[in-house]
């Protein structure tokens, strides 16, 4: 059962959120992103949902929460209307900015956003090519970063496994490719992009190609885990809790 409030946070933090990585990793969004000519904070507020804002620039795309100093802002009346934005590019009221928000929203906004389902939901024929295999991958695991705090957080079921974890930073990895961070505290996640100063549990992948088969469901995290190719250390716990919650990311996120 998906929860429509949890997967507006899925959308909000997983999806949108990593649109920071996208116009770091991708030359599309960063050609996309080198047109814009001013720069542009635009605000998603869901009622009785999250609240955030992207600063689009020359440079990229960053995110934060709450809607301060937002030069455009949508409202949407429920989270039913904000995952409509996501799932059927239904747009909500533009409340600030109107000729900014819907510019935008109509343009770069909607060019970033088509490029990420192309690299999030990519042909066969699309993988072969290396570069844009490994791509795929690292952005796979960024949506998968956001998605974890937004149902440990938000999804009924999740809660039961973030009210079993202990408080303290779970580090997962690919050596030389990528690093976050879920940091548990008083059984509320939070997602931070890089490493932790002091993990209390790290989940290392060998190898790119193995992190795509774990995140495509193409390979056995225990048979793998057997072979050593995924290494735990720490509190295992913790990586147990969020193996349960990684399983409602893939239904979510199906």
Do not use: W
């Amino acid at each position: 059962m998906i929860e429509q409030k949890a997967l507006a946070y899925v959308n909000m933090y997983g999806v949108l959120g990593s649109l920071e990585n996208l116009c770091a990793l991708d030359e599309k969004a960063k050609a996309v992103c080198s047109e814009i000519k001013s720069p542009v904070s635009l605000c998603f507020s869901v009622a009785d949902g999250p609240c955030c804002t992207f600063h689009f620039t020359k440079d990229g795309c960053r995110m934060e929460e709450g809607d301060k100093c937002c030069n455009a802002k949508m409202n949407f009346a429920s989270p039913e209307k904000f995952n409509d934005l996501i799932n059927n590019s239904k747009p909500g009221m533009p409340v600030k900015g109107l000729v900014k928000t819907l510019s935008f929203l109509l343009g770069p906004f909607t060019q970033l956003t088509d490029r990420l389902n192309e690299v999030l939901r990519p042909s066969e024929e699309a993988l072969k090519d290396r570069a844009f295999f490994e791509e795929n991958t690292l952005m796979t695991m960024y949506v998968i970063a956001g998605a974890v705090p937004a149902l440990a957080n938000n999804d009924s079921i999740s809660k039961i496994s973030a009210g079993g974890t202990v408080d303290g930073d779970i580090q997962m990895s690919i050596p030389g490719q990528a690093v976050i961070t879920f940091r548990v505290q008083d059984h509320k996640f939070t997602t931070i992009k890089e490493a932790s100063p002091n993990p209390r549990a790290t989940m290392e992948f060998a190898d790119i190609d193995l992190a795509n088969g774990l995140f495509n469901g193409k390979v056995s995290t225990i048979n793998e885990m057997c072979k050593g190719t995924i290494k735990l250390a720490g509190m295992i716990s913790m990586i147990d809790n969020v193996n349960r919650i990684l399983d409602r990311v893939s239904v979510y996120l199906a």
